[in-house]
């Protein structure tokens, strides 16, 4: 099987090409997202790129320090996201997001690095990229898992109410939310994994391929990786909002619903 070919920068730059038939059919449907667009692909190029030195520089001098700063940025930028994205939140509600996301990120991080592929924990060739798939699923899925979460108390919130009225113990109340908020959570992981390898090659295992991996080996990996993704998302998601709902209540069995957005 041949290498991996290496692309020329006047060939990669072709790609940018697509971009320009992206915003015409966006104009031709009367889609106002053509400044969007070419914000978010100048931002994931220069942010990539940015990447691309840092990690080429780490792989380089693979010292124990540059690995485990590297994953303290990638885990404490996948916290700080998720809780951009639920403004509002008790400080408590916010710490045990932060520790659901730490916790479960390292275990389901250390476990597939030592056990499944067997390497050392500050090998960054594995630790990195494993990390940030593991961490970027993460920031999806409890994203979405508080967000809808918060969106569905503010929705029932005189239903809430009324159950309090009568007497409804808050852990009572409260809970059918959180199941409702983890199935929301994890949809996207099992639907991607329901439809992988039928509908679409997924990009790890594409970039394997592509790099000159024996196919057999690249779904080895990409199995792997996916369930652990899953455990990943589903252990964060079950911490962030088990611990979580908790602290929307006190010893007085009174239920205080944030207002703010």
């Known amino acids: 099987?041949?290498?991996?070919?290496?692309?020329?920068?006047?060939?990669?730059?072709?790609?940018?090409?697509?971009?320009?038939?992206?915003?015409?059919?966006?104009?031709?449907?009367?889609?106002?997202?053509?400044?969007?667009?070419?914000v978010a692909s100048l931002r994931m190029s220069v942010q990539l790129v940015l990447a691309g030195l840092v990690l080429t520089y780490v792989f380089k001098n693979p010292h124990p320090?540059?690995?485990?700063?590297?994953?303290?940025?990638?885990?404490?930028?996948?916290?700080?996201?998720?809780?951009?994205?639920?403004?509002?939140l008790n400080r408590r509600f916010q710490a045990v997001i932060g520790l659901a996301i730490l916790f479960s990120g390292l275990a389901v991080l250390a476990f597939f690095i030592l056990a499944v592929v067997g390497e050392s924990l500050l090998n960054p060739q594995y630790v990195i990229p494993i990390a940030g798939m593991l961490m970027g699923n993460t920031m999806t899925g409890v994203g979405l898992g508080v967000r809808a979460f918060r969106a569905s108390l503010k929705d029932q919130r005189f239903r809430i109410a009324a159950l309090l009225n009568i007497g409804a113990p808050p852990r009572d109340i409260l809970l059918p939310f959180v199941r409702q908020a983890m199935e929301t959570a994890l949809l996207p992981t099992l639907n991607s994994m329901m439809g992988m390898g039928i509908v679409a090659l997924p990009g790890m295992m594409t970039g394997q391929i592509l790099s000159g991996t024996l196919p057999?080996?690249?779904?080895?990996?990409?199995?792997?990786?996916?369930?652990?993704?899953?455990?990943?998302?589903?252990l964060a998601s079950f911490g962030a909002l088990h611990f979580g709902y908790q602290t929307l209540y006190n010893e007085r069995n009174q239920i205080i619903l944030d207002d703010k957005p």
């Open 1 to 38: 099987m041949s290498g991996i070919i290496q692309l020329q920068l006047w060939q990669f730059s072709l790609i940018y090409l697509l971009l320009i038939v992206i915003s015409l059919v966006m104009k031709k449907s009367r889609v106002n997202l053509v400044k969007q667009l070419f």
């Open 65 to 88: 320090a540059f690995v485990m700063l590297y994953l303290a940025v990638i885990i404490g930028f996948t916290i700080w996201r998720v809780l951009n994205q639920n403004k509002g």
């Open 216 to 234: 057999m080996t690249a779904i080895l990996y990409q199995i792997a990786i996916m369930i652990a993704i899953c455990a990943v998302v589903c």
